[in-house]
Nanobody, 121 residues
Framework: QVQLVESGGGLVQPGGSLRLSCAAS????????MAWYRQAPGKQRDLVAA???????NYADSVKGRFTISRDNAKNAVYLQMNSLKPEDTAVYYC???????????????WGQGTQVTVSS
């Protein structure tokens, strides 16, 4: 079984910073792309940022220049550094990873349970 566990959410004032972490554990042969999504109440889940196993990153236009995604392949972990936070960044943030549990199986997208980020004064 594979688990993704997120941490680091919370309440922060506008202009503040938070760092989200997500670690994958269990039977893992390899991890390809790791990503962060977010879902605000009443809205669809949207991609925030993604990073390949080689370190190539891409971002949603709304977070470019403010958020930075990184990963530690040795720890099967991905991070999201969020700076200059705005009220519109308020959402539940989900970690996603494309994981192969055996070298002979296909990749499957696993999700974390989500962590709440609230930006408010």
């Amino acid at each position: 079984q594979v688990q993704l566990v997120e941490s680091g959410g919370g309440l922060v004032q506008p202009g503040g910073s938070l760092r989200l972490s997500c670690a994958a554990s269990g039977s893992i042969a390899s991890i390809n792309t790791m990503a962060w999504y977010r879902q605000a109440p009443g809205k669809q889940r949207d991609l925030v940022a993604a990073i390949t196993s080689g370190g190539r990153a891409n971002y949603a236009d709304s977070v470019k220049g403010r958020f930075t995604i990184s990963r530690d392949n040795a720890k099967n972990a991905v991070y999201l550094q969020m700076n200059s936070l705005k009220p519109e960044d308020t959402a539940v943030y989900y970690c996603n990873a494309d994981i192969r549990i055996h070298v002979w199986t296909a990749e499957y997208g696993y999700w974390g349970q989500g962590t709440q980020v609230t930006v408010s004064s």
